[in-house]
């Protein structure tokens, strides 16, 4: 079983109001992801870390900001949500160089109303 | 550049048939592969992986797939479908050369649902 945690699991928000989605990992990975994913849709890259102070933009422009100040910990941002902001987040994480292999945690559907 | 097609968007099959799940990929080599499964509401978990070697690979909850580098392709299968496989799978692809800061490749999915 891998140990990376979401928080919260739902959220529904009005607009305008600044979100914090909570991601950590109990496995002390470097690398972390954010992924975006709309209701039986492919998975959508956002924001990535190779590690501390390291954070990079994904394939997907998004308005939202992550931070890496600690190796378990990868917080994503929203400071003004809106209605196109409404989808699941994916957090995940990945220990081994080059394989590819990620474990994901279990998501987080925000809705902002 | 990399990519993976899955060419079917949604199947259904009924409980206790056998299950072939499509995936194809571009690379120039042969990269690392994954399915990963997706029940509803909640994250992926890896079902299996190929990295090198016996190119039919076995998985968890009774899944394999095979590799056949011939048609670039990576296949999931389970003989025998129960009601608690419908989700959706995904594949996906990792360029093996790609140094640390490598990121994988998922297909658009499959949604798979069971009839009894």
């Known amino acids: 079983e891998a140990d990376i945690y979401q928080t919260p699991r739902y959220l529904v928000i009005g607009t305008g109001k600044k979100i914090t989605l909570e991601c950590s990992q109990t496995m002390g990975h470097d690398k972390m992801y954010w992924y975006q994913q709309d209701p039986g849709m492919e998975l959508h890259l956002i924001h990535y870390s190779y590690g501390v102070n390291s954070t990079e933009k994904g394939d997907l422009s998004s308005e939202s900001t992550v931070s890496r100040i600690r190796t378990e910990h990868f917080p994503l941002t929203l400071e003004s949500a809106r209605p196109s902001h409404t989808s699941q987040y994916l957090c995940a994480s990945s220990g081994q160089p080059n394989t590819g292999e990620l474990f994901f945690g279990e998501g987080s559907r925000l809705t902002v109303l | 550049a990399q990519s993976v097609t899955q060419p079917d968007i949604h199947i259904t099959v009924s409980e206790g048939a056998s299950l072939e799940l499509r995936c194809n990929y571009s690379y120039g080599a042969t990269p690392y592969l994954f399915w990963y499964v997706q029940s509803p509401g909640q994250g992926l978990q890896l079902l299996l992986k190929y990295f090198s070697g016996d190119t039919l690979v076995q998985g968890i909850k009774g899944f394999e797939a095979e590799f056949k580098r011939s048609q670039s392709s990576f296949n999931l299968r389970k003989p025998s479908v129960h009601w608690s496989d419908a989700a959706e799978y995904f594949c996906?692809?990792?360029?093996?050369?790609?140094?640390?800061?490598?990121?994988?490749?998922f297909g658009t999915g499959t949604l798979l649902a069971v009839q009894p």
């Open positions: 996906a692809v990792v360029n093996p050369y790609g140094g640390a800061t490598n990121k994988l490749i």
